[in-house]
């Protein structure tokens, strides 16, 4: 079984930064992490989860919502399991629960991964 664990998240100002972590555990995770592109997708009050950013198993290949682009940044550690997402001058409307997740390909499409953490929440304020 295939654990994902989110962290990072918190209050800040609009403009801000934070960093969020994505740490991925299981029994086969050390062997197959770097085979998995990574996601992170976000779900704010009363919307749809939405796409954010996705990275390839070996880092190479990244893909962005217009709406961060130029702001985030995601990133892999494969020694690590772990993927991250570097978000730079924060706006309120970045505000939501962030989750990371595991796909069989580079996708932006939600149902086609197939594990996923439990969130963390980014709120900014204006």
């Known amino acids: 079984q295939v654990q994902l664990v989110e962290s990072g998240g918190g209050l800040v100002q609009a403009g801000d930064s934070l960093r969020l972590s994505c740490a991925v555990s299981?029994?086969?995770?050390?062997?197959?992490?770097?085979?998995?592109?990574m996601g992170w997708f976000r779900q704010a009050p009363g919307k749809e989860r939405e796409f954010v950013a996705a990275?390839?198993?070996?880092?190479?290949?990244?893909d962005y919502a217009d709406s961060v682009k130029g702001r985030f940044t995601i990133s892999r550690d494969n020694t690590k399991n772990t993927v991250y997402l570097q978000m730079n001058s924060l706006k309120p409307e970045d505000t939501a629960v962030y989750y990371c997740?595991?796909?069989?390909?580079?996708?932006?499409?939600?149902?086609?991964?197939?594990?996923w953490g439990r969130g963390t929440q980014v709120t900014v304020s204006s």
């Open positions: 299981g029994r086969t995770v050390s062997a197959t992490f770097s085979s998995y592109p």
């Open positions: 997740a595991r796909a069989r390909t580079l996708t932006v499409i939600a149902d086609e991964y197939v594990d």
């Open positions: 990275i390839s198993w070996s880092g190479a290949s990244t």
